[in-house]
């Protein structure tokens, strides 16, 4: 019968330990739910943003084009022989802008994400002009060496 003694203390929280460790607990979730939104708008953000494939695309494609001989543009399509191959680029039927061989077989996608494209050639430059399915637009110009 000692333990129902009412004079007898036992170990326990008291109130104010008690919203202490509630306000505490809040304070924890309420800084995880903040940050939690932070991230998730900011990888929105890069997932919806076209400018890091921009910046890769157009490295990517100066790279492909370099020591490469320009044939011609038609057809929506840049056509450049480089090491003795015959290489196309351009928009495929669907949203990508890709590298093919010369008479179209095998591909290589190097951007997605495309509304519409337009390949011009004046001398020795091209210009490509893509637009992008979010009203993006961007402008790659690339001028070929001039063979002697």
């Known amino acids: 019968m000692d333990s129902l003694d009412p004079k007898k203390r036992l170990p326990a929280f008291t109130l104010l330990e008690c919203l202490m460790a509630l306000l505490v607990i809040s304070g924890s979730v309420l800084v995880y739910n903040g940050l939690s939104r932070s991230l998730v708008g900011n990888v929105h953000y890069l997932s ?4 890091n494939n ?42 990508d802008f890709r590298k093919t061989s010369a008479d179209g077989r095998g591909y290589q996608p190097m951007l997605y994400g495309l509304k519409s ?9 091209v210009r490509i002009q893509l637009q992008f399915d979010n009203g993006l637009e961007r402008t790659f110009i690339y001028a070929f060496d001039q063979k002697s």
């Open 54 to 95: 921009w910046l890769l695309f157009s490295q990517q494609l100066s790279a492909e084009l370099a020591g490469s001989q320009l044939d011609k543009v038609e057809d929506g399509k840049l056509y450049v022989t480089k090491a003795g191959q015959a290489l196309a680029f351009g928009q495929s039927r669907s949203d």
């Open 48 to 51: 919806d943003s076209r400018q």
């Open 117 to 125: 494209s337009a390949i011009s050639q004046e001398k020795g430059k």
